[in-house]
């Protein structure tokens, strides 16, 4: 009998499961999770992913209603996620917010084919039908016979260095609505700022912002998210860059989100198009206007 008094108390799996993801949501797959290594087969938190988990989730609470504006507007949404890796945020997007809709799909794009494989074949198990992944860097997806024309939201989570950029040129390329971006590891243009250094230091005092490696690297990070502002702008977008979650859970933690604007107000594309043309002559990086050309 004591026993049985114990075992009553005991909070059930899903309350239990609900207390360490106050963000599970009621109809939420748990295998996915499980599958994602998130969950451990014993159903309790992976403390290993947890910090994953909450880029993740608060990523989701961004996309959501992008998708949900899409889906509401034309009946149905197409995202593009590049550099998925494992796909966290591809299955997680699916799981709560197209299978409950019944429309939408996710395409993942990742160059390491074994990701790619482990991905399509766990879609298969769990029955996500309209989720598909593609063996492939974003340039090659550029023009990938397997792609549709288009494509409505494009997202990049941490595609290092110039991936993102040509993150940018698909979502351009596609005329996407939204684009979503968490930069990291930028260094081509802390590599030009560091070649025109001692240059720099002679024309203006400005250039002491760099003058440190450490600040080379750190400023030429910052620079490079703001000349990807600007082009963004100047392509017609309005962009809006936060938070994506506190410093102590990742350093890579800038979010740029853009949305497609239906006309030019007041001729903001322009006045961005010479604003990022006027940063890059300030800062040396003419060699660098292909890049974020607009």
């Known amino acids: 009998m004591p026993s049985a008094s114990r075992s009553a108390t005991r909070p059930r799996p899903a309350q239990d499961l609900h207390a360490q993801l106050p963000e599970l949501r009621a109809d939420q797959s748990i295998e996915l999770l499980q599958e994602l290594h998130i969950l451990t087969r014993e159903g309790r938190l ?26 509401a507007d034309t009946g149905d949404v197409v995202l593009a996620d590049h550099g998925a890796g494992k796909s966290y945020l591809g299955f997680i997007l699916y799981d ?7 429309q939408g ?46 494509i409505d939201v494009v997202t990049a989570l941490h595609a290092c260095d110039t991936a993102t950029d040509d993150a940018i040129d698909f979502a351009l390329a596609r005329g996407a609505r939204h684009v979503v971006l968490v930069p990291c590891c930028q260094a081509e243009v802390a590599g030009v700022m560091r070649q025109h250094k001692a240059f720099a230091l002679k024309q203006t005092p400005l250039a002491e ?5 450490l600040h080379t690297r750190e400023f030429g990070s910052q620079i490079t998210n703001v000349l990807r502002c600007l082009r963004l702008e100047a392509s017609g ?17 800038e979010l740029i989100l853009a949305r497609r604007m239906p006309d030019d107000r007041h001729g903001q594309r322009e006045r961005a198009r010479q604003r990022l043309l006027q940063v890059l002559d300030q800062f040396g990086l003419q060699a660098m206007q292909t890049r974020f050309a607009a």
């Open 46 to 71: 992976n403390q290993d992913t947890r910090r994953k988990l909450k880029q993740v989730y608060h990523l989701v609470q961004f996309i959501e209603p992008l998708l949900t504006q899409v889906l």
């Open 96 to 102: 709560l917010v197209l299978k409950p809709r019944g």
């Open 105 to 150: 799909s996710v395409i993942g794009v990742e160059a390491r084919a074994e990701l790619v494989d482990r991905s399509q074949a766990l879609a298969q198990r769990l029955g996500f039908e309209r989720m598909r992944f593609l063996a492939a860097t974003v340039q090659e997806a550029m023009q990938h016979a397997e792609l549709p024309e288009r």
């Open 209 to 213: 912002l760099w003058r440190h490696p």
């Open 237 to 253: 977008y309005d962009v809006t860059v936060t938070e994506l979650v506190g410093w102590e859970h990742s350093m890579k933690n």
